[in-house]
Nanobody, 125 residues
Framework: QVLLVESGGGSVQSGESLRLSCAASGYTHSSHCMGWFRRAPGKEREEVAV???????RYADSAKGRFTISQDNAKNTLSLQMNSLKPEDTAMYYC???????????????????WGQGTQVTVSS
């Protein structure tokens, strides 16, 4: 059974930093993609950062220059370093994984089929 468990959330002041972690278990192969998403109250879920099998990354415009996604394949851990946090970063943050294997070039777009329960990040001004 695949499990994704987030940790590291909390309440911080504007300008401070947090590091989120996602511990993945229940599989031994490399993920095709892993990502961080967030949902703020009253808003739709949005993609924050994604890392693919080859280490390529992409970020939401709101995260560029402030957030860094990384993956430790040996430990099956995904991280999100968040610096210079703003009140608008307040949200529930979710870890997600695309665990497809043998993905063809035409199907390379990430499809996140596994999700964690989330960790709350609250940034006050």
């Amino acid at each position: 059974q695949v499990l994704l468990v987030e940790s590291g959330g909390g309440s911080v002041q504007s300008g401070e930093s947090l590091r989120l972690s996602c511990a993945a278990s229940g599989y031994t192969h490399s993920s095709h993609c892993m990502g961080w998403f967030r949902r703020a109250p009253g808003k739709e879920r949005e993609e924050v950062a994604v890392i693919d099998l080859f280490g390529g990354t992409r970020y939401a415009d709101s995260a560029k220059g402030r957030f860094t996604i990384s993956q430790d394949n040996a430990k099956n851990t995904l991280s999100l370093q968040m610096n210079s946090l703003k009140p608008e970063d307040t949200a529930m943050y979710y870890c997600a994984a695309d665990l497809r294997r043998g993905v063809s070039w035409s199907e390379r777009q990430c499809v996140f089929g596994y999700w964690g329960q989330g960790t709350q990040v609250t940034v006050s001004s």
